[in-house]
């Protein structure tokens, strides 16, 4: 019985882990698909983050937060569409600096603002984070072993947003695959050339699927400060950005296999929390440091060996030039 | 003028004037940042100068902070020339100095002259070996070179956490760090340099590594545009295609240039460790990794030009921790984002000011009484 | 009766570049016309314009009588123009329906606008002859029915106008015969179609009236059935034209090039060489037609050492040759690429970089580790007087010289090695008339040095022109082989399309 408490847990756990990997990683799915590399989006959710945390202490109001989180991941996106498809400029380059200008904005700002040496004021009130959502019995379904458990830890109890993440990736399977929008995204980043032919604007595609990829980073970075914390701390996504896209390309840009690869991470990141001090036969305890680095290793690990060589969009990365014909 | 010489002038307007109008892009809306947390952009600007440039002692911090991004410089804009984006110099720089930190500590009471080349050597070796896996997984699999750097960032600040705090700690104190190095170990400074020559001068930690980074400039520079070894390298990066048909193995030069890179990142300790600190600390690159690309960038890749950035990014650092003084909002996030934004406009936006500059030289051209 | 497609007076400037200077041309309804001129002569750029791609500085589009402003594809869509790129705007991944519904889909949801799209197609295959298989990706198609795609898009959104940019460039003869039907049954319907090309046969075969272009002017316009090839020819150039380059019969040596059952497979596995077995002998051109596609490109890269062979044997002057490219042009080897921009020069490096590119470990260009920049300039200019290259500036960029000069680069640095075996792929591609007739009379001159020379080319007049001997490779594999004397156009086409025991 034990174990599948732990189990039901750990697998709870896995849920709050993987839920700004998700989105993050549904984000890099229509930028990468449409052809903009996505190595922004850490920079994008960790303005979001502070951006989230900031509204919310200050207004009070967590949805205000959301907003405002969704909001500036998006003046994020649009700058870095503006740099990779109206300058054309080269993708990778405009990412990092995207990153490196979020990460020297945010702590600027706050300690301005806050006086707190970059941090954001704590979120004290219920109301301006988003909390468990109980659902109905839950407390009752607890003592009720396995499947009440379940409902009642693995079920319920999570935030808002991590509902929200679960529905957007069969959404995000719809769009993609079922309208004429999805279409038109996915045939832009295999070969624009043909979409510009057919008289549809390269330049508009990549930009609302950059917008997209932006709204989606801005309720994954809300979510680390407002909700899976309580407040924004310098540097806090913490290479989650990565990951995320890690995964994307071990799913093979597609929704399913790439929410399949966050919660690969999510668990390994999860059991490693929970296994930290605690004492393992032969090795004894895993430093806390190894456990933090776990899933930096497991990204390397993922790119390098069990994906192969994966193929990309055909036209990722490469800038469009009209009428190159 | 001639056709020729116009166009001979148009290029070198292009080579200086673009990245002066990248800077002062980005140093404009620094200026705004400031202006939005309450303070007097200009005032912010001056105190900086005055910080960096102006006295013997500013100047020597501005060129002792410098030496680093030169390094990390270099070792961005070697791995450019080949096409790739070399994102883990700070990993490569922290792992260097695990190299160069370990020979300093069991040097004992050798002499400087025979300290130094070793730690050198491994702090290069040290250094290419942090950037191998990258390296290979590029050649050999194709990933991604960027997500694999970043990710061996983090596993370095991991690594080195651990070391500093169960390895190599000195015992008994509680600060992660080792103990002090010998003397052989310490770079001389400049103002021991200039002492034995009769110059007194109060010049900070700037110290003789800075010699050794503008001959690594130097050497950089032959490499690419003199070697055939750099020939290759230009090739691969520019069209990998060619290179095949060239005989040139692109996988064979990815990963050598990735060593090289890696180890001209892993020669900062030479500065931070052995000319400053004289001791392995915490997070001692402090971000230069991340300057080096900037720097590179805005010297588009071409060492003098590195060597320049590097200086005036020196002068960013050092007249941003003197104004910190005036101005306590203002900290070291602040010149990260400065840093981001010189690589915004220097290496995504640089299109952005290249066709006005050219509209302007073709009207100015035009202007002129043709032969 | 209105013209389909008229144009008055367009003019086009690209900076110093005027590429087209007022032309004015017509269109009859109901007509094939053909549009001709060499490279640079200004009709694609005349074509961008109808099609929207760019904008004209000056001059107007008037279909069937009215006026119309093209600002973007969508309004020349709009106005019932349509068109058939050389290189087809098709996303592989997808099936051929949604690549026809791509961008007129009829509607935010994709299920409805198929099921309408797949009964007008059903009816546009009946109707004009050409059916394609609607779910099959378009990746797995054969380049004909890609092609056909092409012309299924262009026809589902109601053009009425359509334009055809170079379309045998990648067709066999008598795939080309099948378009040419399809064209005329067009033109039965009602139906305008602008055919762009410089294939001078072709346009006398299907157009009724031809348009010839040089240098961003109109020089000619005659039906057809009042011209020739050579007047045609004449006119694109400027002055009487050689289509025949003058050569002795050849006197062969031994062999220096022998291939035995080489088999190349392509980087999924799939052999795209299937055995293929040839000589090539001192003074002696070998001449591989076929059309694009077929194996030739795989051949050449294991040929010059770029992929390694599956099965199979080379032999370089009797010797297996030893390791990759490098190795080989040490032993007497030398590729000119088929693809000059994408494997042939670095675009960004200048002149001189690009003259020592598979060479710069040669002693000659510096000491030791180190390049001469001396060395490296002075071979260059030496390269560009000898080969007639303009301007002659070792210090330019690459991407400023024109085709005809790029190309001659190219030769240059391959010949200056005194290889002994030459392995050429489409010599003359983009490259202009004059710089053609230069770049055949030295590839002569090379032969009847002792050089063995092996040409592989799409344009069967150059593979008739300059061959001695002439294999045809279709599917992978050498389908035919014979004496110059004994090839005709038609006998290598039939080989071509791999009907086999057609020839030798």
């Not at chain 1, 707190?116 to 839950?138: M, Y």
């Not at chain 2, 000195?170 to 340099?193: L, N, V």
């Not at chain 2, 600390?281 to 971000?287: E, I, K, V, Y």
């Not at chain 3, 606008?113 to 099959?136: K, S, V």
Request: charged fraction near 15%.
């Amino acid at each position: 019985m034990e174990q599948y408490t732990l189990l039901i847990l750990l697998m709870a756990a896995t849920v709050r882990v993987a839920t700004p990997l998700i989105l993050a990683a549904l984000a890099g799915l229509f930028s990468e698909r449409s052809g903009v590399i996505a190595l922004g989006l850490e920079g994008m959710m960790l303005g979001a983050a502070f951006a989230a945390a900031t509204v919310s202490a200050v207004s009070g109001s967590a949805w205000l937060g959301l907003g405002a989180g969704v909001l500036a991941a998006m003046v994020l996106a649009l700058l870095l569409a503006f740099a990779c498809v109206t300058q054309r400029g080269n993708q990778v380059v405009a990412a990092m600096a995207v990153n490196i200008i979020v990460a020297g904005v945010a702590p600027v700002l706050a300690l301005a603002w806050f006086d707190q040496g970059g941090q954001t004021p704590q979120l004290v009130d219920r109301a301006q984070r988003f909390t468990g959502i109980i659902w109905p019995w839950a407390r009752q379904a607890r003592s009720v072993p396995v499947p009440g458990l379940m409902y009642a830890e693995l079920l319920s109890g999570h935030s808002l947003i991590v509902y929200l993440a679960a529905a957007l990736v069969p959404l995000s399977a719809w769009v993609l695959y079922r309208t004429r929008f999805g279409l038109r995204l996915r045939a832009v980043g295999e070969n624009p050339q043909a979409v510009d032919t057919a008289g549809v604007s390269v330049a508009r595609l990549r930009y609302q699927a950059v917008l997209i990829s932006g709204a989606l980073c801005g309720v994954a970075g809300t979510y680390l400060s407002i909700s899976a914390s309580s407040g924004f701390v310098r540097d806090m996504t913490a290479g989650k950005g990565y990951l995320a896209l890690a995964a994307l390309i071990f799913g093979k840009w597609r929704p399913y296999p790439a929410l399949g690869a966050c919660l690969l991470f999510a668990f390994a990141d999860a059991l490693a929390a929970r296994l930290q001090g605690v004492p393992l036969p032969v090795v004894g305890v895993i430093p806390v440091q190894f456990i933090i680095a776990l899933p930096y290793v497991l990204t390397v690990l993922l790119l390098a060996g069990f994906v192969g060589k994966s193929t990309p969009p055909r036209a990722i990365g490469v800038p469009y030039e009209k009428g190159s014909v | 003028m001639s056709a020729k010489a116009g166009s001979r002038a148009a290029e070198w307007a292009e080579i200086l004037v673009l990245p002066a109008a990248n800077l002062l892009a980005a140093l404009v809306i620094s200026g705004i940042v400031v202006r939005i947390i309450g303070e007097n952009p200009w005032t912010a600007f001056k105190l900086m100068l005055g910080g960096a440039f102006g006295s013997g002692e500013g100047i020597g911090y501005t060129l002792y902070y410098a030496t680093n991004f030169i390094f990390t410089g270099l070792a961005v804009a070697v791995a450019y020339h080949a096409g790739l984006f070399n994102i883990g110099a700070e990993g490569q720089a922290y792992i260097g100095g695990l190299g160069a930190g370990l020979v300093c500590l069991s040097a004992g009471a050798a002499p400087f002259w025979a300290v130094l080349p070793a730690a050198m050597f491994a702090a290069a070796v040290f250094g290419a070996g942090w950037a191998l896996i990258p390296a290979w997984l590029q050649a050999r699999r194709g990933s991604h070179i960027v997500i694999t750097t970043i990710m061996f960032n983090f596993i370095a600040s991991a690594l080195m956490t651990w070391l500093l705090v169960n390895v190599l700690i000195k015992p008994g104190q509680q600060s992660p760090e080792t103990r002090q190095f010998e003397a052989g170990a310490w770079q001389p400074t400049a103002a021991d340099i200039l002492g034995r020559i009769g110059i007194h001068v109060t010049a900070g930690p700037l110290n003789f590594s800075f010699l050794i980074a503008l001959a690594a400039a130097a050497g950089v520079w032959v490499l690419i545009w003199r070697t055939r070894w750099g020939y290759a390298i230009r090739v691969t990066g520019e069209n990998p295609a060619a290179a095949v048909y060239a005989g040139i193995s692109p996988a064979k030069v990815t990963f050598l240039v990735m060593l090289l890179s890696g180890a001209l990142a892993g020669l900062l300790p030479l500065n931070e460790l052995m000319g400053a600190q004289h001791r392995i600390s915490l997070d001692f690159p402090a971000g230069a990794g991340f300057v080096g690309i900037a720097v590179a960038l805005m010297g588009r890749n071409n060492p003098a030009g590195v060597c320049v950035a590097a200086v005036l990014f020196g002068a960013l650092v050092q007249g941003g921790s003197e104004l910190s003084f005036d101005m306590p909002h203002i900290n070291r996030d602040m010149v990260v984002l400065i840093q981001g934004l010189v690589i915004l406009f220097c290496g995504a936006l640089e299109n952005l000011f290249k066709e006005p500059l050219r509209g302007l030289l073709r009207s100015f051209r035009r202007a002129q009484p043709q032969p | 009766m209105e013209p389909a497609l008229e144009l008055r007076g367009i003019d086009k400037r690209f900076g110093s570049v005027h590429a087209n200077r007022t032309v004015s041309l017509s269109v009859g309804a109901g007509t094939v016309h053909g549009i001709i001129g060499e490279n640079g002569a200004g009709k694609s750029t005349l074509m961008n314009i109808v099609y929207g791609f760019q904008r004209a500085d000056a001059g107007e589009v008037r279909v069937h009588g009215r006026g119309v402003d093209i600002r973007r594809p969508h309004d020349a869509i709009a106005a019932g123009i349509g068109m058939v790129h050389q290189h087809f705007m098709l996303v592989e991944n997808f099936t051929v329906l949604e690549n026809v519904v791509l961008g007129a889909e009829a509607g935010a949801l994709l299920g409805p606008g198929l099921r309408r799209a797949r009964a007008e197609l059903e009816r546009l295959g009946r109707d004009y002859g050409l059916e394609a298989p609607l779910d099959e990706r378009v990746g797995q198609l054969p380049v004909g029915l890609q092609q056909r795609v092409e012309i299924l898009k262009a026809l589902y959104r109601g053009a009425d106008i359509l334009i055809l940019d170079e379309p045998t460039a990648v067709l066999t003869p008598q795939e080309a015969c099948q378009l040419f039907r399809m064209l005329a049954r067009l033109r039965e319907q009602g139906k305008t179609a602008i055919l762009v090309t410089h294939k001078l046969r072709e346009i006398m075969a299907i157009a009724d009236r031809v348009t010839v272009m040089r240098q961003g002017a109109v020089v000619a316009e005659k039906a057809t059935t009042e011209t020739s090839p050579s007047e045609l020819a004449e006119r694109m150039v400027g002055r009487p034209v050689l289509l025949d380059v003058k050569k002795t019969p050849a006197r062969p040596g031994a062999p220096l090039l022998e291939v035995t059952d080489l088999e190349v497979r392509d980087r999924r596995g799939s052999p795209r060489v299937k055995g293929v077995n040839f000589t090539v002998r001192s003074a002696e051109i070998v001449g591989i037609a076929g059309v694009a596609g077929n194996g030739q490109s795989e051949l050449l890269e294991a040929l010059s050492g770029i992929t390694a062979p599956s099965r199979g044997r080379i032999l370089l002057g009797g010797r297996e040759p030893a390791g990759g490219a490098r190795e080989r042009r040490g032993q007497g080897l030398a590729h000119v690429p088929e693809d000059r921009l994408r494997m042939g020069v670095v675009a960004s490096f200048s002149a001189e970089d690009n003259a020592i590119l598979g060479y710069h470990d040669r002693p000659e260009y510096g000491w030791g580790p180190f390049l001469s920049r001396a060395a490296v300039r002075s071979g260059c200019s030496r390269k560009m007087s000898e080969w007639d290259v303009r301007p002659a500036e070792p210090g330019r960029r690459i991407g400023a010289f024109s085709g005809g000069n790029q190309q001659k680069l190219v030769l240059a640095r391959e010949i200056d090695s005194r290889p002994r075996v030459l392995i050429v792929g489409q010599p003359t591609r983009g490259v202009d008339i004059g710089a053609i007739e230069f770049i055949h009379r030295r590839l002569v001159a090379l032969r009847d040095e002792g050089v063995a020379i092996l040409l592989i080319s799409v344009e069967l007049e150059e593979i008739l022109g300059l061959s001695d001997r002439i294999l045809v490779m279709a599917g992978g594999e050498i389908c035919g082989e014979m004496d110059r004397s004994e090839a005709t156009e038609e006998r290598l086409g039939l080989m071509m399309a791999g009907i086999k025991g057609a020839g030798g």
